[in-house]
């Protein structure tokens, strides 16, 4: 039988994910009402698109303005201002075509 921590890491499609994406949506950055709808367009692209991407919705980065705030490991790549419009982008052409967004990265490291 299999334990439920195995479960959660086949839930999360740990073995095969290229990417992990992390989002921070509120409330300090942005609205907790803006970074939900960043959120739920994330969630349903990746799914959509059916990407190797594991995604984690988080609290605070400790930016504290200029949010939603998404970065993206291994990449490095920190976006700033994630709106619904812009996540579709960045899900398209990042995550899926492998060419981060250049006009709105904020940061790499």
């Given amino acids: 039988m299999e334990s ?7 839930k999360m499609n740990l073995a095969s994910a290229e990417r992990h994406v992390f989002l921070c949506v509120g409330p300090d950055c942005c609205s907790e009402q803006d970074g ?7 969630k349903s692209e990746v799914a959509a698109l059916r990407l ?6 988080a609290a605070c980065f400790r930016i504290c303005n200029g949010g939603p705030w998404m970065v993206v490991y291994p990449d490095g790549i920190w976006y700033g201002a994630v709106t619904p419009e812009k996540c579709k982008r960045i ?7 492998n060419q981060p967004v250049t006009e709105w990265i904020a940061a790499r490291h």
């Fill in 4 to 10: 439920p921590i195995a479960a959660g890491f086949r």
């Fill in 36 to 42: 939900l709808a960043t959120w739920e367009v994330l």
């Fill in 52 to 57: 190797p991407v594991m995604r984690t919705k």
């Fill in 91 to 97: 899900v398209t052409e990042h995550l899926f075509g």
